[in-house]
T-cell receptor, first 113, second 111 residues
Framework: NAGVTQTPKFQVLKTGQSMTLQCAQD?????MYWYRQDPGMGLRLIYY???????DKGEVPNGYNVSRLNKREFSLRLESAAPSQTSVYFC????????????FGPGTRLTVT | GENVEQHPSTLSVQEGDSAVIKCTYS??????FPWYKQELGKRPQLIID?????GEKKDQRIAVTLNKTAKHFSLHITETQPEDSAVYFC??????????FGSGTKLNVKP
């Protein structure tokens, strides 16, 4: 039982390049989330998916797109990376009903030069 | 939406002392308030949480209190130990789906 996994762990991009961050969970959770964490700041919600087939914007969605490929997988895409997107990205998942606890992946450290 | 403010941003205590971190939230619709501990280079880990129908919850040396009227909640750590040193984040669950985080408190426990 791996929990929440993310790939890659580290990535360096040049301005204008694109990439997709992958996230998968094996806990049969309905809800999945993407956050970014900048130095000295808390986590900010980029997008979330309350269930398979649905996605919705969070606090800072500009410059990102997401895909809920199936119940297990939720990917985050940067179409044209900018230096302002340099951050650590965390994926998380949460169960259904009265289960509120989030489980986080190990994070992806992204640098855009 | 929701806005979560967290204070202080840094906190230094002597080993064995207590530490208190406070958060306020803006939207009365928020109903779940978790606290996370994050060590350097690691993912956030849930340490305690509280729901809006409860005023206080305790787990060994850690406790959380919630004042719904004033819209604030606090983390209390007693008998602090050096391994408690980390960054602590509060959060609020808004509209059953969106989590909003505070900006974090860096706790330093001096041996």
């Amino acid at each position: 039982n791996a929990g929440v996994t993310q790939t890659p762990k580290f990535q360096v991009l040049k301005t204008g390049q694109s990439m997709t961050l992958q996230c998968a969970q094996d806990m049969n959770h309905n809800s999945m989330y993407w956050y970014r964490q900048d130095p000295g700041m808390g986590l900010r919600l980029i997008y979330y998916s309350a269930s398979e087939g649905t996605t919705d914007k969070g606090e800072v969605p500009n410059g990102y797109n997401v895909s809920r490929l199936n119940k297990r997988e939720f990917s985050l895409r940067l179409e044209s990376a900018a230096p302002s997107q340099t951050s650590v990205y965390f994926c998380a998942s949460r169960g259904t009903g009265k289960t509120y606890e989030q489980y986080f992946g190990p994070g992806t450290r992204l640098t855009v030069t | 939406g929701e806005n979560v403010e967290q204070h202080p941003s840094t906190l230094s205590v002597q080993e064995g002392d207590s530490a208190v971190i406070k958060c306020t939230y803006s939207d009365s619709a928020s109903n779940y308030f978790p606290w996370y501990k994050q060590e350097l280079g690691k993912r956030p880990q849930l340490i305690i949480d509280i729901r809006s129908n409860v005023g206080e919850k305790k787990d060994q040396r850690i406790a959380v209190t919630l004042n719904k009227t004033a819209k604030h909640f606090s983390l209390h750590i007693t008998e602090t130990q050096p391994e408690d040193s980390a960054v602590y984040f509060c959060a609020a669950l808004y509209n059953f789906n969106k989590f909003y985080f505070g900006s974090g408190t860096k706790l330093n426990v001096k041996p």
